[in-house]
């Protein structure tokens, strides 16, 4: 059986990695992370397009089955133009995350956070919208969350001053439910919570969009059902730097990672 593909712009992927090897533990996982170029949430549509149709070429000449792309800021930017022309199926993060907000809303008033290139896409305001046009959507750009998490300020004085700002606008709208739309922010879920107040549903893609995964890979009759999964890491850059961060996001060491130049 052929491997899965996962990419991201880099070490932030590894958050999905880690519910698709609990929610399919037989599959073989080639993972890419774009450490050379991260990070994409500040760049243009052009270049996240440009940078993506890159990583899947990379990702069909290791022969995957099938593409999963685990970065919100593609996922938003880029995948809606793209992913017709493959013929792999491609799964972004953006759609299970929608499915699950518009079913725990209660009051239709939805946050979304992410980086400034996902919430300038207006992406997921649209995907919600389309699935339930009552729903009243609050989005927030909080860029400063993405190197907290990679430098492991999950809390303390620093991040949570950030994060009472960042959120105090979807506080105020009274949301019920949030959407983490980035591939670091689970990491910050327990301060986020906490600033948000227990009521508010946290929704953190990673776990729908494993098994969306297995849907589409069980229908077209390609799920592996048995044996070891094995995992290869490639990046771009700095093998080091993405294997020291990996425990933190995948929750057990990387050894071995690979560089590539993929372009
Ligand atoms: N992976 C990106 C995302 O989920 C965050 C890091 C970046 O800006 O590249 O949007």
Known sequence: M?????????????????????????????????TA????????QETVIKFSIENILFLLNQDVKLI???CNTVSSLALPIIRH??????VGVLSPAVREAVYATKNKKVGVIGT??????GAYEREIKQLDPRIKVFAVACPLFVPFAEEGFLSGPAVSYVAEKYLAPLKKQNV????????HYPLLKPLI???MGKNVTLIDSAKQ????VREILSREKQLKVAGKGRQQFFVSDNPEWFSNLAKQFLGRPIHNAKKVNHV
């Open 193 to 195: 919570q906490e600033v």
């Open 116 to 121: 400034r290139g996902t919430i300038n896409s």
């Open 209 to 212: 969009v494993a098994l969306e």
């Open 176 to 183: 019920d439910t949030l959407i983490l739309g980035c591939t």
């Open 37 to 44: 170029r991260v990070p994409y949430g500040i760049k243009s």
């Open 68 to 70: 999963c792309v685990a």
């Open 85 to 90: 022309h493959f013929k792999v199926p491609i």
């Open 2 to 34: 052929k491997p899965i593909g996962v990419f991201d712009s880099g070490v932030g992927g590894l958050t999905v990695v880690k519910e698709l090897i609990k929610v399919l533990p037989y599959e073989d996982l080639i993972y890419f992370g774009d």
